[in-house]
Nanobody, 115 residues
Framework: QVQLVESGGGLVQPGGSLRLSCAAS????????MGWYRQAPGKEREMVAA???????TYADSVKGRFTISRDNGKNLVYLQMNSLKPEDTAVYYC?????????WGQGTQVTVSS
């Protein structure tokens, strides 16, 4: 089983930047992909970005060119660098880890973009 802990959320003005971190522990050798989802109030959870163990990345169209996902395998960390933030990026951001068909989730971190 994999345990995930997110950090780095907060309040930022439109156009600002934040970096989210996700620390993995437990059965980390079984992880083949990690990434981020988000859920805004009244909306379904949506995929934001993902990165495989080989380093391939995927992004939602709404964040392409603004967000960057990266992974530090040595430290079992995944980062989400978010630039040019917009009010519509406001949501709870959840880290996930995929180990085959098993998905583990973090507790979520709030990101609020507001002036």
């Amino acid at each position: 089983q994999v345990q995930l802990v997110e950090s780095g959320g907060g309040l930022v003005q439109p156009g600002g930047s934040l970096r989210l971190s996700c620390a993995a522990s437990g059965s980390i050798s079984s992880i083949n992909a990690m990434g981020w989802y988000r859920q805004a109030p009244g909306k379904e959870r949506e995929m934001v970005a993902a990165i495989t163990s080989g380093g391939s990345t995927t992004y939602a169209d709404s964040v392409k060119g603004r967000f960057t996902i990266s992974r530090d395998n040595g430290k079992n960390l995944v980062y989400l660098q978010m630039n040019s933030l917009k009010p519509e990026d406001t949501a709870v951001y959840y880290c996930y880890a995929a180990s085959g068909l098993l998905i583990s989730w973090g507790q979520g971190t709030q990101v609020t973009v507001s002036s």
